[in-house]
């Protein structure tokens, strides 16, 4: 196949802008225009082309597109203008900037213009910042042509940095970042807007008189103390962390804390209400996730925004303002509601199989605790058997309530959960248990996986050993390797998951490691490896599935542990045949890994 490499030039003014809209918003705007695309072919020369709408496109379609991978950096930018606009579909798409992310870790900046000095292939232009505002009518010849020396150096940019770090990129993440891409460039997807309006305007009434029957002033709500116990009303144990200055326990209720923040999409309409009263905003995530689906459905399809490598571990995420991965789905008034909005197109079926317990699995295939390996493999009630060692009395005699508390320790303790982080997840889910009982159920599990509970001491082992650049083996052997001089451990694709910067002090029990992010220095310990190891194993595995699947039929969502397949609703149970056997089909690397799935089909996202 052909390499061509892209790079789009358009309008932009203060107002009209990525900083101000999302990618999709921006593309599909009346405001948009191209001021010119330069292009490279394989080791071509560049050329610039600037012109009309029209133009542009009889000049694009003289390329080979079905035999030729379109090469951008961030390119569902490109790619959705060339896919959106142009009507040119390329074979596979390539995005260096998804490469930076995989190959440097997310804390490192993938811009374009700190990928060529790391690198050092040359310098980013600033033509663009001149261009504020200045529609192509509105350059001069020789501004034109400036221009287009820009865009030609960051097409060459994008391939001397595609050429050094694409080279030993493995092929099969390749194929993940062209699928990935693909989800967002070539949507399928519909959006039931009659449902959508509905909602809004049920989300809009609850969400005043919920406020109404609250009751609470603006200064009680700014109060901690008192918006502290407004949350306890409604079941919600407020977010704590250590004050620096005063090295006490205190509310996390800023705007930076995480936990905080989350409180923005708990499943609680109430408490989603309360926050955005507490945070001065308007609306409900649910409000605006909401109008965010219906200012799409009035533009068009669904174009699906799954970030590539968007975690430490690998896994994807939300962006361009639609996190899918966090769509209500299980609890609360509106659950499923925004899910049941996204349709497959007429005359078509959506297939959602999701995979069963894989961290849990990976973790005990991993640790090597053979005994829950097997029973998984048997298809047990694991949470029944964990359940009936909890509260001594036989599996048949295990009531919901007790199943679910053997749930959540085969699914939550895996990684070294303390009583009180296990007595406040509890306690969310509506159980209250004293902690001297969490402590003793957390000994149960510890004392019944034993191998488990070694495997985060090793991990802890490891870590010290990779900071004195010394040699380390980490669970099941031939799995991953430690690399102590890159802070690294090498995963069975190929990638490293990094710890850079490895550092320690002294603590209350040994020494403290943590590494640096762009932004901060992150605290790890055994346990928190392990977790790391079990995500970034379980993705590739996910991964390396769905490129299976994509073989014959057309994936169009990623969730977490499921993937989401569109086909024609005659061919709707031969496919889910064809999915379920991939996805309880361990890979190569993964000898003895028992995997197991669940699937759905329905006509919407929400009823599979």
Not at 46 to 73: F, V
Not at 273 to 284: D, E, P, V, Y
Not at 416 to 432: C, F, H, N, S, T
Request: glycine fraction near 6%; hydrophobic fraction near 40%.
């Amino acid at each position: 196949m052909n390499l061509i490499t892209v790079d789009f030039e358009t309008y932009y003014d203060k107002e009209y802008s990525l900083k101000k809209l999302t990618t999709e918003e921006y593309i599909r705007s009346q405001l948009f225009q191209t001021i010119g695309v330069a292009v490279k072919v394989n080791n071509g020369k560049t050329e610039w082309a600037s012109g009309t709408h029209e133009q542009l496109k009889e000049d694009l379609h003289t390329y080979d597109w079905e035999n030729s991978i379109l090469l951008a950096h961030n390119c569902a930018f490109d790619g959705a203008i060339v896919s959106w606009l142009f009507d040119i579909h390329p074979r596979v798409y390539a995005d260096t900037w998804c490469i930076a992310r995989a190959l440097h870790g997310i804390g490192v900046s993938g811009s374009l213009a700190k990928l060529a000095k790391r690198y050092n292939i040359g310098v980013e232009g600033d033509e663009v910042v001149n261009a504020l505002g200045k529609h192509r009518e509105d350059f001069t010849k020789a501004e034109l042509a400036k221009y287009g020396d820009y865009c030609i150096n960051d097409v060459e940019l994008c391939f001397g940095l595609f050429k050094i770090m694409g080279t030993n990129f493995p092929p099969s993440e390749m194929k993940v970042i062209d699928t990935t891409l693909k989800m967002f460039i070539e949507p399928k997807l519909e959006l039931n807007v009659t449902l959508l309006d509905d909602h809004l305007v049920q989300v809009k009434q609850d969400k005043a008189k919920l406020l109404e029957s609250v009751g609470a002033t603006k200064k009680q709500l700014m109060s901690n103390p008192k918006f502290a116990n407004i949350l306890k009303d409604f079941g919600v144990s407020p977010p704590m962390k250590t004050s620096p200055t005063t090295n006490k326990e205190t509310y996390a209720f800023a705007k930076t804390d995480e936990d905080f923040l989350a409180l923005q999409e708990h499943p609680d309409i109430r408490v989603q209400a309360l926050m955005a009263a507490r945070m001065g905003s308007k609306s409900t995530l649910e409000e605006t996730r909401t109008e965010r689906l219906l200012g799409i459905a009035a533009r068009g399809n669904f174009p699906v925004p799954i970030k590539y490598y968007a975690a430490h571990t690998g896994r994807f995420g939300g962006w361009d303002n639609v996190n899918i991965q966090n769509f209500p789905s299980r609890k609360g008034k509106y659950a499923k509601v925004l899910k049941k909005a996204i349709v497959a197109p007429p005359k078509h079926m959506l297939i959602d199989c999701d995979s069963s317990q894989i961290e849990a699995r990976v973790l005990a295939w991993f640790a090597e605790q053979d005994d829950l390996v097997e029973a998984f493999r048997n298809d047990d009630p694991v949470y029944e058997q964990m359940a009936a060692e909890i509260y001594d009395k036989a599996v048949e005699d295990v009531t919901k309530e007790e199943r679910f508390v053997g749930k959540t320790k085969i699914l939550g303790c895996g990684y070294g959960m303390g009583a009180v982080r296990d007595q406040a997840q509890l306690k969310v889910e509506g159980i209250d248990m004293e902690l001297d009982e969490c402590r003793r159920v957390i000994n149960i599990y510890r004392n019944k996986n034993d191998k488990i509970k070694a495997l985060w001491k090793a991990a802890q082992s490891m870590l010290a050993a990779m900071n004195n650049d010394t040699d380390y083996s980490l669970g099941r052997e031939g799995v991953v390797s430690i690399l102590p001089k890159d802070n690294a451990i090498q995963l069975p694709n190929g990638l490293l998951m990094r710890y850079s910067n490895l550092s320690h002090e002294a603590g209350q029990y040994g020494p403290e490691f943590s590494y640096s992010t762009r932004k901060e220095q992150v605290k790890i310990y055994g346990g928190k490896v392990v977790e790391n190891l079990c995500q970034a194993l379980a993705r590739i595995i996910i991964t390396d599935q769905m490129l299976q699947i994509a073989k014959k039929c057309k994936v169009v969502l990623m969730v977490h542990d499921s993937i989401v397949v569109c086909v024609h609703e005659v061919e709707v149970d031969p496919a889910r045949k064809f999915i379920e056997k991939i996805m309880r089909t361990s890979p190569a690397w993964a000898e003895g890994l028992p995997l197991n799935c669940e699937s759905g089909c329905a006509d919407t996202y929400g009823d599979c």
